[in-house]
């Protein structure tokens, strides 16, 4: 594999991790299906959602694969009346991942970014490393100190 942005900065910080593959197909795209491919439970691996508020404010929020974002939730935490997932065709634009390969390490821009709290009940979490068929394996307090993200209840 060649090395995505997401772990040229991993490597930059000197953040431990490891890489886990997969073979990629696109009816299995859903964390549920990757962690069955890198033999985990679905709850360490955490897929990236990216939503828009009110304001036109994005946030992103790294949630384990297997639950829900909880809209209420995060409109509470981001400080914001609503919130709305974005449309896929804005992924790309916005993050510079497609959907599958969406990293909440080295986005085009730096996203307030909240991490899903049961990350912290984990020696390891699984998020993806930028491309579709391969995770990052990594300390979540590692994850959230690189991308600057606040643990919250937001599933």
Not at 35 to 40: F, L, N
Not at 86 to 110: A, D, F, R, V, W
């Amino acid at each position: 594999m060649s090395k995505t942005n997401a772990v040229r900065k991993l490597d930059r910080f000197n953040i431990i991790y490891q890489l886990a593959e997969y073979k990629f197909t696109e009816d299995e795209i859903n964390a549920v299906s990757v962690a069955r491919k890198i033999g985990v439970g679905p709850e360490r691996v955490f897929k990236t959602l990216v939503a828009r508020n009110e304001k036109n404010l994005i946030f992103v929020f790294v949630i384990p694969g297997n639950f829900c974002l909880h809209l209420k939730k995060a409109a509470k935490i981001s400080k914001s009346k609503k919130i709305e997932l974005i449309k896929e065709k804005e992924l790309q634009p916005l993050t510079g991942y497609i959907k599958g390969g969406c990293s909440p390490i080295c986005m085009k821009k730096n996203f307030r970014t909240f991490l899903d709290e049961t990350a912290q009940l984990w020696e390891t979490i699984y998020v993806s490393a930028g491309i579709r068929g391969t995770q990052v394996k990594i300390f979540p307090q590692d994850l959230a100190n690189l991308i600057d993200a606040k643990f919250a209840d937001i599933i």
